[in-house]
């Protein structure tokens, strides 16, 4: 038998019997292939991931609320601890408003005539169906939300869904239902949740409509991205692991990612990446977009240490079949955590990065070294010692 | 609100908790997309296919023995009485047998060098590894098993598998082991296991090779193909339904199907096409390859019962998810059946399809009605009045 | 024969030849799937989309600068006057520096080692290879351009991009290079260039960066979403068609589909979408998420007028194949047009936007009626008569 | 600047002109992703694949003559004398007939209601639609060709298609039609052409109908998988390369990769697999299948000489884009060569595999060395040394 063979795991699965968990089932029939990336991604997210303090950053897209991903998933992870904080696009956090507003969405079929339901106003999401009321009345809902004196100001997309999340939780109570909206969890459990696209959806059209009129909100991007930093900065200075849990791709993958070449590359502050990846797309590789480049493509990029490129997963599924299995097992596999409440420490970490920044960053070319082999003793915060080649 | 909407359940799931059974997760988190997808294949299965006396083929494509899913799933769905009959490639029966034969396979990585691989005398499928051993010891049982004289004539592929079967299962008793062969679980339930590509495998390398030495064993490709239709039209003559579940697509797909239009479009029988569709698949339908055509496209051919189409289901994931969690579902929720033991009456079906096609067949052109309107009573075996166009 | 067939030409391709040119070969032998879905985009695109005055806004997502299509393809369709708008991923218009700053890319390979790669400096993107020297001189080049006093401001992007553009094609000029960046052809030929996520790239991170120093340039999320609905409404308001060329999908996607719902479901200003939709893409729609989502579905959320959907094309390949076929096709087949020069036109249309709407639009829940009807004379501009339902 | 990046030529395309040939599109503009991969076929081809007497086999999956590929491309290539064998799924076949027998067929639409169309009796693949009489007219040539004496008896699947292609010839002929028809002009090129699935097809069927009846025509699987082995032994014993021109997946590119293993791991026999590979297809590798397996895959198999997996190619691509692109790329670079008449030496090729079958051969386990480095001199035919590990 060749050596090689003997660093795996014998591939014998036990027969599948009735009435099964879903952890049991993961853990004994998914073997090869997605399968296998699938219980990869259960292990790494309930055994790595979140172990100790460590940092747990999730990226949405895909059209994951309107399927009912945030209540049955996304927001039982947040209460379990499980994630930190959160890159959204502007739709999920828009199609997340109509659960915490207590409207109506159905689960339809993708065949229906489109001409027709132009008609008679019904709105499609592949499947999704519902009433095109139901966006003029989140439209209204957001428009008069906003016009709250606390809105009137220019600020990062965190604080604007942290305070837009205290209007959803108002609603939710009157109507007396809970848990149905990630933006309210959010601001209940202190988790950040930023858009990479603040304009990019019928809230940030909203908010554009209404600076029209006399409306004075305004997103502060620079904010966003440096506060992004400022979050992977912290927890890796001090010690603690950083991960990003990927649905999709698109840009909030993007901008979850980039956290670390803003360190490194922009900043000149000495980073090795972030610790653990798992995705979770239908993208594939070889068209080139980021969607679905590869966890090593970000190795060559700085975004991800090196060193744990092997722990690192993609899984290629739906995301309707694999984010409910990943959080099935990962509720049973794993003791739910303390809330680590991130925004309420929003200004403190965007101070230590900005001095940070000030002590090591320049206008002129950053002179960098790549410096890929591992440091002895804690992981970041190091002088830049590298010189330029 | 709209009428259409009225016609859809609302989509509200509940939150996802610690140590659900699969099958509530699935009915309870799986509302959109391919989660959807598969929570309706899982309850077309259960609910529909195999209700009553329901015949159930299987297509399989895809290496999915080697990923373990003979052993996890499929033996265990035919054990159950769900499973019927069986097109599969022939590489999916050959690397069968090196789980019957006690044989060692490991769960692996995609990422290895394969010349190396070569060198070190490893094979790989994706991320499964064994020794090159496993392909030589299993070549070598087949050319020995089939010097037996039983296997000295020209014979269908169900047959071949039936002999081979008892082999395997003769081993598998030798070792102790058990319930590890899709092969040997086919002879003992009498479940007709076919491949549409005789050739197309090591098994068929080996039979080959032998051919040129004294072997007589050869293959009867005309039987498979009529075999296939029997099965079916036995099936719908006597009322029952007749359904495919096809994990990915390729040959076995089109032979599943295939025999619908054997039965209306070569010889001139009546009949509706198939009842139920449900396929598992990464095939998509814009590059026009059969593996991706939808059931609709089915429906235009007479593959498929056009009432029926509501109820077919394609559900786009990597069988080696949608496999083991359809299996999970599926045994909790049904009662195991009684196996039909479709093997046994082989010929007399064989002997039915080939008098009803003796009265209506001709070497001349067919003549044809498409009538798609529901026939009043009994489902075929009707004469056809159609005329030629 | 079935009179459905009648409708259809005949699919009888003439034999391909040497030496064929790229338009000849789509029109002869490009007849059914995918390959038919190119054809019917070229000549969607140099026949209708671009016919008289349409307007013809591209949105950009995959790694194409990268891939060299900024010069090859995007330049020569925006000089010939067939690109009137953009909305582009951060990272096309960072890695379109590299071009017109004179830095070099390589063809290389998907399968190097990329820890190796991290070692070496080198920053992969699937096969294209290139220095970390590239990255860090590109962010001092745009570090030190937007010291400039006219940068010390809050801007949209398309403000932004026409800045930046000068200080490339400065660049360009100054090494004797031309026609490599699509920044500084925008710049010269007046045409607006988006982006929907300004802080998620290396651009937007040197600017937030800069932000820390003493950097005024903030971007402007409402004016980019509020310009864009306004070229969009200008162009219908005055009998244009509008049309959008999708390259990808993600969030630039959605950001020029949503200029249509801006207007009437955001700003109740009555319209019936888009004109024409023609999108390369290798996202599915069964996966629910934007990208992927069909013009079908677009009709019905309103961004797509339902009369032209049997017009909409989407073409399921990698633009790295699709771009290069349409560009050669279109500049073969249509006489260049008199660039638009719509970034002279900014404010204007930006002001009539804004009286339209400060006449139509409300706090409270727009009222709404989709008639899907064709309207008699002109396209838009209507007063809103919909009733409440 | 990294030593790495100097390997890779700078990636710096010129801009696209009006009326380019497509030659000078690829080479000029596709430079990165698939559209490389699509370059990089087009030389592996038109350089390597067809150089000297280099043997080329081709295996078709997808519906490729129903979109008229057969006459647009794959007939151009076939009498260019750039493909030497074929292995194809029945299908493909069963519709080049229609062609072959100036039957109609459409370039319709993909989104036709399908219950219509069958009540209709129009058959549709995706987007060509044709008449069901198509079908029964095509059924009856083939049940009406096949009672001719020749076809009384067993034989391989290129015998049968090349007596098949007489008859298909003979019609184009009295229809005053001509190079429409692979089948026809396979039977004139004398290029065998095999099937992997010989029941899988309509083709198929009505050979197994008629065998209900009184015909002698049965199909020697056989005969096939020993054949196709017997050219490729023929050529690589005579110091020819074998390429392999793979267009989508499925039985048939096992089948014309499984010719390698059937020389070595089944008949003993030393060789180090085909030389290049070539394959264009929308399968994925990630779950596992073998359509989507790459050519490093098959390097752990022995099916691919290690040494020119560099040279390997797989184009992500829908085959009605690569293939026409291909083909006139081939076309424009390379001179025609003599057709090889494989079909002429099929008995003196079998033979020459039986011999030394004969000598190296065994009923027992084979004995193997894999010994990946490069043989002195000749490439094949020598004595297996191996020693069992």
Same mark, same amino acid.
């Given at each position: 038998m060749s050596s090689l063979n003997k660093k795996f795991p014998r591939l014998l699965p036990e027969p599948i019997k009735k009435n099964m968990r879903v952890c049991d089932l993961i853990d004994g029939a998914f073997k090869a292939y997605n399968g296998a990336r699938l219980a990869e991604a259960c292990r790494l997210f309930s055994g790595k991931m979140i172990a100790g303090e460590g940092l747990v950053g999730m990226s949405l897209t895909g059209a994951l609320t309107p399927a009912g991903l945030g209540r049955s998933a996304i927001v039982p992870l947040m209460k379990a601890g499980f994630i930190d904080w959160i890159i959204s696009t502007g739709a999920n956090l828009y199609h997340d408003l109509h659960y915490g507003l207590g409207m109506k969405l159905y689960?339809?079929?993708?065949? +229906?005539?489109?001409?027709? +339901?132009?008609?008679?106003?019904?709105?499609?999401?592949?499947?999704?169906?519902?009433?095109?009321?139901?966006?003029?009345?989140?439209?209204?809902?957001?428009?008069?939300?906003?016009?709250g004196p606390e809105f009137q100001r220019t600020m990062a997309t965190d604080e604007f869904h942290y305070l837009l999340g205290?209007?959803?939780?108002?609603?939710?109570? =009157?109507? @007396?239902?809970?848990?149905?909206?990630?933006?309210?969890?959010?601001?209940?459990? @202190?988790?950040?949740?930023?858009?990479?696209?603040?304009?990019?959806?019928?809230?940030?059209?909203?908010?554009?409509?209404?600076?029209?009129?006399?409306?004075?909100?305004?997103?502060?991007?620079?904010?966003?991205?440096?506060?992004?930093?400022?979050?992977?900065?912290?927890?890796?200075?001090?010690?603690?692991?950083?991960?990003v849990f990927i649905l999709g791709g698109g840009s909030p993958k993007n901008f979850i990612l980039q956290t670390e070449p803003q360190i490194q590359e922009v900043m000149g502050i000495e980073e090795r990446g972030h610790d653990y990846f798992l995705q979770c797309t239908d993208a594939r590789p070889d068209t080139g977009g980021l969607s679905g480049a590869t966890p090593g493509e970000a190795v060559s990029w700085g975004k991800i240490d090196p060193d744990n490129l092997p722990d690192c997963v993609v899984c290629y599924t739906d995301s309707t079949i694999s984010l409910?299995?990943?959080?099935?097992?990962? +509720?049973?596999?794993?003791?739910?955590r303390k809330p680590r409440r991130l925004y309420d420490s929003r200004d403190a970490v965007m101070e230590k990065l900005r001095q940070q920044y000030?002590?090591?960053?320049?206008?002129?070319?950053?002179?960098?070294?790549?410096?890929?082999? =591992?440091?002895?003793? @804690?992981?970041?915060?190091?002088?830049?010692t590298g010189t330029k080649r």
């Open positions: 689960a339809g079929s993708p065949t +229906l005539d489109d001409v027709e +339901l132009r008609r008679e106003g019904v709105i499609r999401i592949y499947d999704v169906l519902f009433d095109y009321d139901v966006l003029l009345d989140t439209d209204a809902f957001v428009r008069q939300a906003i016009q205290k209007y959803v939780l108002e609603r939710e109570r =009157k109507l @007396g239902i809970k848990e149905t909206s990630m933006l309210a969890a959010a601001h209940q459990l @202190g988790v950040p949740v930023f858009t990479s696209s603040p304009g990019d959806s019928s809230i940030g059209m909203n908010v554009a409509a209404m600076a029209l009129r006399d409306s004075l909100l305004a997103f502060d991007v620079n904010r966003d991205v440096n506060q992004t930093a400022a979050i992977v900065y912290d927890a890796k200075s001090r010690g603690l692991t950083s991960s409910p299995l990943i959080t099935a097992y990962v +509720l049973s596999k794993a003791a739910p000030l002590k090591k960053g320049t206008v002129e070319k950053v002179a960098h070294r790549t410096d890929v082999s =591992k440091p002895k003793r @804690g992981r970041s915060g190091r002088s830049v």
